[in-house]
């Protein structure tokens, strides 16, 4: 039996929240109780209680943070569409980088909201969601449409750029990661080039913004 089937018209939809801020998982709880057909159904702080409390609930919509300890969002979001394909989970996150958003659809995710947008739009994006259609907040539309045609970093230049990222020279990075100095100054250029960046600080501040590295 999957989440779906427990939900006819004319009930209440059933929402799990999981996210590890208090006060947050209160807010969103408080926010739930004046939504009309909407009704909490669980609660949880971690990724894997939220697994567990999916199990245990068949919650209709899931509202996931992606940072959590245990278990990331992302790793849940996973864990939950393997037992239960037909899951509809809406990720909640400050982060609106279009790799995260990518990452989040690809691991099951149905819907992205920012967590400043909840007030006006958490309602219209739990409805949506239930209903079967996809919600990504505007700004975030716009954010994968913008780098929709960009080159993907391969992983070897994530590496570079992680490094880099940690404030190490070319000589270091090389080092670190046994390969050649000249090999890394050749990943800096292609990174340079694939996240359209001026320099060295300019591709990490682009790769963060848009989370190709974490914060």
Known sequence: MT???????SQAIRVLIADDHQLLLDGITTLLQSFPGVQLAGQATDGQQAVQQFDALLPDVTLMDLQMPV???????????????????????????????????????????????LRHELLAAIQNVHAGRRHITPEIEAELALYACSDVLSNRELDVLKQVAQGNSNRETGALLQIKEETVKAHMSTILAKLGARDRTHAVTIALRRGILDA
């Open 3 to 9: 989440a779906s089937t427990l939900h006819s018209d």
């Open 71 to 117: 278990m990331s969002g992302l790793d849940a979001i996973g864990a939950i569409r393997a037992r239960h394909p037909q899951a509809r989970i809406i990720v909640l996150t400050t982060y609106k980088g279009d790799t995260q958003v990518l990452r989040a659809i690809r691991a099951g995710a149905c819907g992205y909201v920012l967590k400043s947008a």
